[in-house]
């Protein structure tokens, strides 16, 4: 598989990675009403899947605390493995170590989400 340029990601795909289905149904629910193509995954190897499936998506937002690759090996992973990516990493916890990325506290509020997609480009 060759490496997906700059000039050929696609902003409006966003992979959203949380294990709750009510959360996650709503969260692509409501990312489609503002313009984007969420693309579903119920923990991180799922998004595994998801990322190798759409080379051409560059936009995350994941859970923090997942029962299955979930957490600070997850965050890891996406440090390591997924510079080139805009992640923010939404939780309940008030202990989560995000990492480098941006963090944003459950519920999400999808506008500011937006806002933070647009301000942070990758």
Known sequence: MRAV??????????????????ILFL????L????YEPILAQDGVEALRKMIDNPSCRRMVT?????S?????WIAFL??????WQIVVVTSSVEADPGQFVTMPKPV???????????YPR
Not at 5 to 22: F, G, H, N, R, Y
């Open 5 to 22: 340029t700059a000039c050929e990601w696609d902003p409006k795909l966003v992979i959203v990675v949380e294990d709750d289905p009510d």
């Open 27 to 30: 969260a692509g629910k409501r």
């Open 32 to 35: 489609k009403k503002l313009g």
């Open 63 to 67: 859970d923090f605390m997942m029962p």
């Open 69 to 73: 690759f979930g957490g600070r090996y």
């Open 79 to 84: 440090e390591r493995f997924c510079e080139d």
């Open 109 to 119: 509020d999808f506008e500011n989400l937006v806002q933070i997609f647009e301000r």
